[in-house]
């Protein structure tokens, strides 16, 4: 159904002369935007009683259709994240509790048992834990595979000797690339590669990115020589 208020405001701006770039359709879209300054308004009292009735009509119509939207906001879509959904628009049905595990059928999924073993250590209690007392010693016995990150991380520091020998054909002395890193840089390519995936792909700050570096990998960047060596790598 038709709004009535649209048609009233068709009437009044067939009674109102064009307002095409004219003042008072400045003082029309200045009202829409809820942009109507001091000026504005008083010159708006002083014109036409046929724009005033245009300019109030309009206005009323939209703040019309701003409370329809407040009161009936759009419903979030599937794809609409949790987090952006407000505590008032989510369903409050509790849904069907699901059973625990996999669905019969389903493959599973663990992560594989290492295939190396590079260190082994005995563990042997003295005392009972319960009660203090002495132990007879079995020959029973289990195994526990634990993985970890080694306590001390360092950096390999190499030194690359360069040889320069002369080439007869061109008549200048020629070099070997150095693969391991950019041209004149001092870092390579891995911990290059690391900072910038830390920085760019994860969002990590330069300042926590040296910080993981220096406390946890053993290697002391700067912020200018960082973001330098990542210009190099851009260049390279």
Not at 174 to 190: F, I, K, Q, S, Y
């Amino acid at each position: 159904m038709r709004d009535p208020r649209a048609s009233v405001i068709s009437g009044v701006m067939a009674r109102t002369p064009a307002l095409n770039a004219s003042p008072e359709q400045e003082l029309l879209d200045a009202a829409l935007r809820g942009e109507l300054s001091e000026a504005q308004a008083r010159q708006l009292a002083q014109s036409d009683p046929a724009m005033i009735s245009l300019i109030l009509l309009a206005l009323t119509r939209r703040i019309g259709e701003l409370q329809s939207r407040t009161a009936n906001p759009a419903a979030p879509t599937p794809a609409t994240p949790s987090g952006m959904v407000p505590v008032y628009a989510k369903s409050t049905v509790k849904r069907r509790a699901k059973r625990p595990g996999a669905r019969n059928g389903h493959p599973g999924a663990r992560r594989a048992r290492p295939t190396r073993i590079d260190q082994r250590v005995e563990h042997r209690a003295l005392t009972c834990p319960d009660c203090g007392g002495s132990l007879q010693c079995t020959q029973r016995r289990r195994t526990r595979i634990i993985e970890d990150l080694p306590e001390e991380i360092q950096p390999v520091v190499t030194e690359h000797t360069i040889h320069r020998d002369y080439c007869p054909n061109c008549k200048k002395d020629v070099e070997p690339v150095v693969p391991d890193a950019m041209p004149g840089a001092t870092l390579g390519h891995r911990i290059v590669v690391l900072t910038a995936w830390l920085h760019y792909g994860l969002g990590v700050t330069i300042a926590q990115a040296i910080d993981i570096l220096g406390d946890h990998l053993q290697t002391t960047l700067t912020p200018g020589g960082l973001v330098d060596a990542w210009r190099r790598w851009l260049r390279f």
